[in-house]
């Protein structure tokens, strides 16, 4: 996934102040697994030390995520910053935007109701899988009593973002 993913498992990575501000508020409405590796990535631990905990593919997505995001850095300690880069197997960065909106409206908006859908929003792989998903979603938002007032709105960013890979270098909203 990543241009050199030998070393990329040797690599050590750390928060940057915009990571641990984004621990400490939850303003970006990262997913479970997201903000897990975010917590995990503490300038110590190389990528190798928490790949039993996630599956391999996810954590290089998750990771460059992070990294698009400005959530960690490269802390010196493990491999060369130019293992960073993502090849074309990486999800698209626009596609993990999406879903971040997506979860973020769902825990918002309907709440513990919502688990099964948010599984079905991280568990999707590629553009085919995540629009298979957002018609659940939208549903869903539609049908909970602070989420219909603003699901129409989302449903429209969401396409517009699921569309357009550009999305994913403006911030999020």
Request: with cysteine; net charge positive; charged share 25%.
């Amino acid at each position: 996934m990543f241009s050199n993913g030998s070393s990329l498992r040797s690599a050590v990575f750390r928060k940057t102040e915009k990571g641990r501000a984004e621990l400490a508020k939850r303003k970006l409405g990262l997913g479970g697994k997201q903000r897990g590796v975010l917590i995990m990535l503490d300038g110590r631990k190389r990528l190798s030390d928490i790949e039993t905990l996630f599956n391999r593919l996810e954590l290089e997505a998750v990771v460059a995520l992070l990294i698009q995001l400005d959530l960690i850095e490269a802390s010196g300690d493990g491999g060369p910053a130019e293992v960073l880069v993502p090849t074309e197997a990486a999800p698209a960065a626009h596609l993990l935007t999406a879903k971040q909106m997506m979860i973020k409206s769902a825990n918002e908006h309907i709440g513990l109701m919502a688990a099964e859908l948010i599984a079905r929003i991280e568990n999707s792989r590629d553009q085919a899988q995540l629009l298979s998903v957002v018609g659940h979603w939208s549903m869903a938002m539609h049908a909970s009593k602070t989420g219909k007032l603003v699901a129409s709105l989302q449903l429209e960013q969401v396409k517009e973002c699921i569309q357009n890979p550009d999305y994913a270098s403006s911030p999020l909203p």
